[in-house]
């Protein structure tokens, strides 16, 4: 692939507009390199499982969608298909994912994506606090999206399914 990367501010600008669009107060934190999923949280100073890894699947249609899934936990194929009622999900290479969102592995978010995608945020994410905030991808990686998690399913028109299993 010839692109390369936007750069960190232009995709936060893109996030936090995207944001305002959906009428989403989110708020973007500087983050430190980490090396496990543990330390991820400890250095946002939010619990595992508020971290969110946000997947682009692809359907046998050729079309995209967002998944959100807490740490800790897997996607459940077999869940995911149900779901949305299809045979065959798949999870396409990064620069595939790049040209869809505009991020890469690692940075992706649903806010501000090139091609904004049905959004399936696991069921896990609201046990517990409601308006608990969680730690999003921003497009870069030295931050972080902070969001609660409800205004996600509104914000984006989101499916709330049981989707995950624990690692």
């Known amino acids: ?9 232009e995709a936060l600008t893109r996030i936090s507009l995207d944001a305002s669009r959906r009428n989403i107060p989110i708020e973007i934190v500087p983050r430190a390199a980490a090396s496990s999923l ?4 400890s250095n946002l100073g939010i619990a595992e499982h508020r971290l969110l890894k946000t997947l682009v699947l692809k359907r046998s249609n050729g079309t995209y969608l967002f998944a959100l899934i807490p740490g800790g936990r897997s996607l459940s194929w077999p869940k995911l298909r149900l779901v949305l009622g299809v045979n065959k ?8 994912a790049f040209e869809v969102t505009g991020y890469r592995p690692g940075t992706i978010t649903p806010f501000g ?5 049905p959004l399936v945020i ?3 994410v609201f ?8 730690a999003l991808g921003s497009g870069d990686r030295l931050h972080a999206v902070l969001v609660a998690a409800q205004d996600l399913v ?3 028109d989101a499916i709330v399914a049981d989707i995950s299993v624990p690692e």
């Not at 999900?89 to 595939?96: I, Q, Y």
């Open 127 to 134: 046990q517990g606090e409601q308006q608990a905030m969680v």
């Open 113 to 117: 994506a090139l091609t904004p995608l």
């Open 122 to 124: 696991d069921a896990t």
């Open 89 to 96: 999900l798949s999870l396409p290479h990064g620069d595939t």
């Open 1 to 9: 692939m010839t692109e390369s990367p936007e750069a960190p501010n």
């Open 154 to 156: 509104s914000g984006f």
């Open 38 to 41: 543990s330390e991820a949280a």
